[in-house]
């Protein structure tokens, strides 16, 4: 396989210049092997893109390194007593960065970004039920000095979910 360099999507991904590393096609190509099976081995992954397992191996931990990627094990929340999710827009007054690093700190968000749009934040939170969804966003999000108002998204039902973006 040849390797061609590509620019990384991922704008949190920086090397040490602080620009975005460039990620080849063989890299890639390891990736998408990974996000078929996590646990796929070194060796197959090697046969697969034409690289040793030595080589794979390196390739794989500089990308973990460089913050390209992580190898995760990925949880259905239903499964595991999180059985309520919403995404949540709020609207900031003031500097966003606070709240984001607020909401960043509480277990219960699971994704954080800062947008453009008819809200400043959108923040996926992920709850054991009503209750707990409530105490979230009415004592805890709410209450963040700078948060003007929220509005709340509940997920009725997961129709698709996945992680495969990061080689399109």
């Given at each position: 396989?040849?390797?061609?360099?590509?620019?990384?999507?991922?704008?949190?991904?920086?090397?040490?210049?602080?620009?975005?590393?460039?990620?080849?096609?063989?890299?890639?190509?390891?990736?998408?092997?990974?996000?078929?099976?996590?646990?796929?081995?070194?060796?197959?992954?090697?046969?697969?893109?034409?690289?040793?397992?030595?080589?794979?191996?390196?390739?794989?931990?500089?990308?973990?390194?460089?913050?390209?990627?992580?190898?995760?094990?990925?949880?259905?929340?239903?499964?595991?007593?999180?059985?309520?999710?919403?995404?949540?827009?709020?609207?900031?007054?003031?500097?966003?960065?606070?709240?984001?690093?607020?909401?960043?700190?509480?277990?219960?968000?699971?994704?954080?970004?800062?947008?453009?749009?008819?809200?400043?934040?959108?923040?996926?939170?992920?709850?054991?039920?009503?209750?707990?969804?409530?105490?979230?966003?009415?004592?805890?999000?709410?209450?963040?000095p700078g948060v003007r108002s929220t509005e709340s998204?509940?997920?009725?039902?997961?129709?698709?979910?996945?992680?495969?973006?990061?080689?399109?």
């Amino acid at each position: 396989m040849q390797s061609e360099p590509v620019a990384s999507r991922n704008a949190d991904s920086r090397n040490g210049s602080g620009s975005s590393p460039t990620i080849d096609t063989v890299s890639l190509a390891i990736i998408e092997q990974l996000q078929e099976d996590g646990r796929r081995p070194y060796a197959a992954i090697g046969k697969a893109v034409g690289l040793s397992e030595a080589a794979v191996r390196q390739r794989v931990q500089k990308l973990l390194d460089q913050g390209v990627m992580q190898i995760v094990a990925v949880t259905d929340p239903l499964t595991v007593g999180l059985r309520r999710q919403a995404m949540v827009g709020i609207k900031v007054e003031g500097d966003l960065d606070p709240v984001a690093d607020a909401l960043t700190a509480m277990a219960e968000c699971e994704y954080v970004v800062m947008t453009a749009g008819s809200f400043d934040l959108m923040v996926e939170i992920v709850c054991e039920d009503d209750d707990h969804m409530l105490e979230v966003i009415n004592k805890r999000i709410r209450a963040l000095p700078g948060v003007r108002s929220t509005e709340s998204f509940v997920y009725l039902k997961l129709k698709k979910q996945t992680y495969m973006w990061g080689t399109r």
